[in-house]
């Protein structure tokens, strides 16, 4: 599949139908699927669609995302969208272009200090929701203060780590959205108290322990969260007190609340945290 | 061989840290290897071989310029950042 999409320029678009800026192609594919289809009955259709422009931004070719008829077959949707990719390559004779396979290229601050968050929700019911989900937030000035240098252990409350822990919930959380404004309810709180502790080391770089359970809250009327184990490695240069890089990981278990099946399962929300640039 | 492969994989991490100021002591070797087990591998991160553009609008720019098709994603909601995940 990443072939197949390998010539494209990828981007994304989202928006409401009575939105007043739409863009032209995105107005073209929606006007032909909901158009009004005399003596059929509509199909099923997602509320993601793919649009295929060339490079004068024409619409060539469009199509429902997630292809109903074979929906929740494990890899119908990889080959239904591969069949479709293949359609468009020949209008836009991209079967003699050659391409090369490009870099691995994770999400940066372009040179600038931050915190990279690589989330993992392992739903077995749901495989488009284990894609791992890349966020990454900036570090500025004083942020990291309350992670000085520990001479001996002491406490620190995880809500210093918000901006970072904040990016810690699964894709795609449908069932977490505010009912009027249709927005996804953001995290607002991380509950917890950390140790923060020097590890021993005769030579080579300081390193301390942040470590402890943290509760992930969001801003729900129901004071929904979610538990789990936070672990820190933080690196400190000679002759400075605030750490320069960290690395670590949450290991938690995340409610989900299933509508088919009534009943909420417990599916494990993983984390790997990391300092940027590496 | 499973001392063997343990050793050369303690090798391999120390030369691979050994770079990056990262020492695999008493305390943190615990947390680095349970963050490399946690982290995605390449594989699983095959998205990020992709040309993401920040915007349609960047898209159809680069697209003129460099001659390229764009391979556009429509969702129909008020939010869906589709490039992190969180959508």
């Known amino acids: ?128 929701y284990r894609a791992p989900v890349v966020e990454v937030v900036p570090v500025e000035d004083g942020d990291w203060d309350h992670l000085a240098w520990p001479e001996e252990a002491r406490r620190v409350s995880s809500s210093v780590l918000l901006p970072y822990l904040s990016q810690i919930y699964p894709p795609g959380v449908m069932e977490r959205t505010n ?69 670590g990981y949450f290991d938690g278990l995340y409610p989900r609340s299933d509508r088919m099946h009534r009943d909420t399962r417990w599916l494990p929300l993983q984390a790997a945290i990391e300092s940027i640039p590496e | 061989m499973k001392r063997t492969s343990r050793y050369l994989f303690s090798l391999w991490a120390t030369v691979l840290l050994a770079g990056t100021g990262w020492s695999e002591g008493t305390g943190t070797r615990g947390i680095l290897e349970r963050y490399r087990s946690i982290r995605p591998d390449a594989k699983d991160l095959a998205m990020y071989r992709l040309d993401w553009a920040t915007s349609l609008d960047d898209a159809l720019k680069r697209a003129a310029k460099e001659s390229r098709p764009v391979y556009l994603i429509i969702i129909h909601a008020k939010y869906g950042d589709i490039t992190s995940g969180h959508c």
């Open chain 1, 1 to 128: 599949m990443v072939r197949k999409l390998e010539p494209y320029i990828i981007a994304s678009w989202h928006g409401h139908r009575n939105d007043t800026d739409i863009p032209a192609a995105v107005k073209a594919v929606w006007d032909e699927k909901f158009k009004a289809q005399r003596g059929r009955t509509p199909g099923r259709q997602s509320n993601v669609d793919i649009a295929i422009l060339d490079s004068r931004g024409s619409l060539v070719h469009s199509f429902d995302a997630a292809n109903h008829q074979q929906y929740g077959r494990r890899g119908r949707i990889e080959s239904y969208t591969a069949d479709e990719l293949s359609r468009a390559a020949s209008t836009l004779g991209l079967a003699k272009r050659p391409t090369k396979t490009p870099a691995l290229k994770l999400p940066d601050l372009q040179g600038k200090q931050g915190v990279r968050v690589l989330v993992s929700l392992d739903d077995e019911r749901m495989h488009a």
């Open chain 1, 179 to 247: 009912p009027t404004t249709k927005e996804v309810y953001r995290i607002k709180a991380v509950e917890g108290e950390l140790e923060l502790s020097p590890v021993a080391a005769k030579k080579g770089p300081r390193h301390a322990i942040l470590r402890g359970e943290v509760r992930i809250v969001d801003e729900g009327p129901d004071d929904f969260g979610y538990k789990g184990t936070l672990e820190i490695v933080l690196a400190y240069r000679d002759g400075e007190s605030t750490p320069h890089a960290l690395r």
